[in-house]
């Protein structure tokens, strides 16, 4: 597939009946990190942005400690279950491009976080310290729980 051609207009926008993910940007990947849309999450009874989602196109080596999907919703919104209902959107994105799994992963110790991943059907695979020439490791960089998501 010609990286000019791998993004789908269709997904710039996505919505249910809660929440509507609105299109930052796209990015089309370099040698170490896979291509990705990246959206804001939009509370649709609050018409207001609540965080921030992203999905990665792929697998790669990086994207087990990365993952596919990455989300951050803002400290006011948390509880809502907005990650969660942003993160559904998205498994017919990953359906398109023929992905049968998809890896997600937290800090160690970030509660919510896996918590959310756990309700949508995730198994943890492992928690594991990231290796050195993982793109995105840092010196102190916590264990990072790994789960699979089959879909």
Request: proline share 3%; with cysteine.
């Amino acid at each position: 597939m010609p990286q000019n051609n791998i993004f789908n207009k269709d997904f710039f926008t996505l919505e249910n009946e809660s929440v509507r993910l609105e299109l930052i940007d796209t990015y089309a990947g370099n040698d170490k990190e896979l291509p990705f849309y990246w959206w804001n999450i939009i509370s649709k009874s609050r018409n207001v942005n609540v965080g921030k989602i992203s999905f990665r196109i792929g697998h790669n080596y990086h994207s087990y400690y990365n993952g596919n999907i990455g989300y951050e919703v803002d400290e006011e919104y948390r509880g809502n279950h907005y990650a969660l209902l942003a993160c559904r959107l998205i498994l017919d994105v990953a359906r398109y491009y023929g992905m049968d799994k998809l890896y997600l992963t937290c800090d160690f110790d970030n509660v919510a976080s896996y918590k959310t991943i756990e309700k949508l059907g995730a198994k943890l695979i492992e928690e594991v310290q990231p290796p050195k020439d993982y793109v995105f490791y840092y010196e102190g960089m916590p264990k990072q729980r790994i789960y699979e998501l089959k879909i």
